[in-house]
């Protein structure tokens, strides 16, 4: 791996804006690679500085990694060539699409292999979930750090969890969310939703709320509690 980098080294240090793909190599060769590795990932960025004897590549400004139906872009990324591992920082944003789900994501630091398509986000989190494409109808959620899994297939909010979505409002430690089934798990000590219907506020609170996106219907188990307050 370090011999093709070495090969093409000045290639891409003349470069003025240098993409990278997996298994490394210069972009003339980009339409082969997407053709013959699908599951294959690219890093493009303004500049790019090797570390390690070639091991690690330093990825700095406008860095953007693309990977199935997962992009990840920050100000600066590190690839360690052995093992896949990315680590972001600087702006993290990430946009995940399949069909007409979009997910959007916000955070202060990023981790991701591109091998396993398993990633974390920390530090101010945000999640936008569009529901309706090009429209308000949608579900946001915040925590302190969110574990991608399946190249944003799954995601699995933690510590600090809370979701908003029009009049209602979720809480909760944990959440775990699927795109494919479009279902949301929400756990806590309790976890919790609230929900306000013109003057009425009602509060449910359990172990455990299921949350059906398609259908918009809530099942609450395990120590359940309800309060309605009239105002």
Request: with cysteine; glycine share 6%; proline share 2%.
């Amino acid at each position: 791996m370090t011999s093709v980098f070495s090969k093409f080294r000045k290639i891409i240090d003349r470069a003025v804006r240098q993409t990278i793909f997996f298994p490394p190599i210069v972009l003339l060769f980009s339409v082969f690679v997407s053709s013959y590795a699908a599951d294959s990932a690219t890093i493009t960025s303004d500049r790019m500085k090797m570390l390690s004897k070639g091991e690690v590549s330093d990825f700095i400004g406008h860095v953007e990694l693309v990977h199935k139906n997962l992009t990840m872009t920050s100000d600066e990324m590190k690839l360690n060539e052995k093992d896949g591992d990315v680590s972001a920082s600087g702006n993290i944003y990430i946009h995940y699409s399949s069909g007409a789900a979009v997910t959007y994501v916000w955070g202060d630091e990023a981790r991701y292999n591109k091998n396993t398509g398993n990633g974390l986000v920390s530090g101010d989190v945000r999640v936008k979930r569009e529901l309706t494409p090009g429209t308000t109808d949608v579900i946001n959620l915040t925590c302190d750090n969110l574990e991608i899994f399946d190249s944003g297939d799954r995601l699995h909010a933690v510590k600090n969890v809370k979701i908003f979505k029009a009049d209602t409002e979720a809480a909760g430690s944990e959440a775990f969310y699927e795109h494919k089934t479009n279902k949301i798990l929400l756990v806590g000590k309790p976890a919790t939703i609230k929900k306000m219907e013109g003057k009425t506020l009602s509060e449910y609170s359990g172990d455990k709320v299921n949350i059906d996106v398609n259908t918009e219907t809530v099942a609450i188990t395990g120590s359940v509690k309800t309060k309605v307050i009239l105002k």
